[in-house]
């Protein structure tokens, strides 16, 4: 794993379990941490990006307050998968359900589920272009109890690219300013990147002057937005930045910034292409078509598939723009039974989305911009009827959820 950073796997666990991943997966030392105790666990999180934790439940048993303590200091953290050895799984579920990190449970006394168990941390060291959603909630945010499975945050992605040091940023939502705070602890000086904003509604740009890299004159960004009527990229965020409605304008930015005024044409950048298509929505509104390393990326969050009349071409041209792609990260604001109450509002419905994403072959269908009074509750009823999906068609389906990522493997089968 020639890839992998320094202090990449953190183990808390036996001997014998450390000795085998490390062989098993071809570790160095120096990729590897070892703990003896479970209060080493948020020293080392807090202070590193690992790719993976791996937990004993017998040096962590009855510590479920800990994780959760840890992982929601520092929002960057939720990222990090955590594979936990447990005696029963359905048990450990229960006790660690509150916990907002993703843990996944294997029963280390079962041959098949320990094979799993190996499978999945090969998986999870594998060199991949890394998918993550630091806001997924659409409109508006919600710091609301009943929205923490999910998340409150509004709309932003992180594309991150094997071998570029540059960020690739979808959108500026509330989830920007997490997204900010964790590059500043992490990456320090010298940040650059790439901010795609699909349009200038509220949900889309309110962190904007909240990310803290652009007050550093050592970092730099391009920030492209399609033309709206009233401008291009600056003047629209110039528009949203006076100081009657917040203290810090344009100007004050330290960051070296480059605003694009973007055209739909596809433009090649030195890690990717992109290109996008108008969405049906009531501004102007980039659905995004990323190309990088063989995999074809869509990012369309506000986006209103029609049940009845629609924009002439528009479905045509949409599904042409989708076919076969391999992951699409689409809006579903509504049900079906809502969407008759907000049909024109610009959003679209879970049902109608993945029907469309079947029909047209799309690979992966991750849906988004979850309605702000749409409760863990019922986006987790949302989220077991679509795995009745995975396998057929789709090789992975399901809501995004602040905290979240999703991977996609270099150098094998893109339908692997």
Excluded at 106 to 121: I, L, P, R
Aim: glycine share 6%; net charge negative; proline share 5%.
């Amino acid at each position: 794993m020639k890839w992998l950073k320094k202090n990449s796997v953190v183990i808390l666990g036996e001997d014998d379990l450390v000795e085998e991943i490390m062989q098993k997966n071809e570790l160095r030392s120096d990729q590897v941490v070892v703990l003896e105790h479970k209060e080493q666990l948020s020293k080392i999180l807090y202070a590193s990006e690992p790719e993976l934790v791996v937990l004993d439940e017998r040096k962590i048993s009855a510590s479920s307050n800990l994780l959760s303590d840890i992982f929601c200091k520092s929002p960057g953290i939720r990222f990090v998968p955590i594979l936990m050895l447990v005696e029963d799984p359905d048990l450990s579920k229960r006790l660690f359900s509150d916990t907002v990190c993703g843990i996944s449970f294997f029963g280390k006394d079962k041959v098949n589920v320990k094979e799993e168990f190996f499978d999945q941390v090969k998986e999870l060291l594998q060199e991949s272009i890394e998918v993550k959603f630091w806001g997924v909630r659409g409109s508006t945010p919600c710091a609301n109890s009943e929205n923490i499975k999910y998340g409150g945050n509004t709309s932003c992605v992180q594309i991150l690219i094997p071998g570029s040091d540059r960020q690739l940023i979808l959108d500026c939502g509330t989830g920007f300013r997490n997204l900010g705070n964790h590059l500043i602890k992490y990456k320090k000086d010298h940040i650059n990147g790439d901010i795609f904003i699909t349009h200038p509604h509220w949900d889309h740009i309110q962190g904007f002057p909240f990310f803290k890299p652009l007050y550093n004159q050592l970092n730099s960004f391009s920030v492209s937005l399609p033309e709206q009527y009233r401008g291009g990229a600056r003047e629209i965020l110039s528009g949203h930045l006076p100081k009657t409605f917040f203290p810090v304008t344009l100007n004050m930015l330290s960051a070296e910034l480059t605003y694009i005024t973007r055209e739909e044409q596809r433009e090649e950048f030195p890690d990717f292409s992109v290109e996008y298509l108008v969405a049906n929505h009531p501004t102007k509104t980039a659905m995004y078509k990323f190309v990088i390393q063989g995999y074809t990326i869509i990012y369309a969050p506000d986006n209103e598939i029609p049940t009845t009349t629609s924009p002439i071409r528009f479905l045509e041209q949409f599904e042409e723009f989708i076919h076969s792609c391999d992951l699409l990260i689409h809006d579903a604001q509504y049900d079906n039974e809502t969407y008759k109450k907000r049909e024109g509002w610009g959003h679209s419905s879970w049902e109608v989305v993945v029907a469309l994403a079947k029909k047209n072959g799309v690979k992966r269908l991750l849906l988004t911009h979850h309605d702000p009074d749409s409760q863990d509750d019922r986006l987790s009823e949302i989220d077991e009827k679509l795995k009745s999906y995975k396998g057929n068609p789709f090789l992975e389906i399901g809501l995004t959820k602040e905290g979240s990522r999703i991977r996609l493997p270099i150098g094998c089968s893109r339908t692997a």
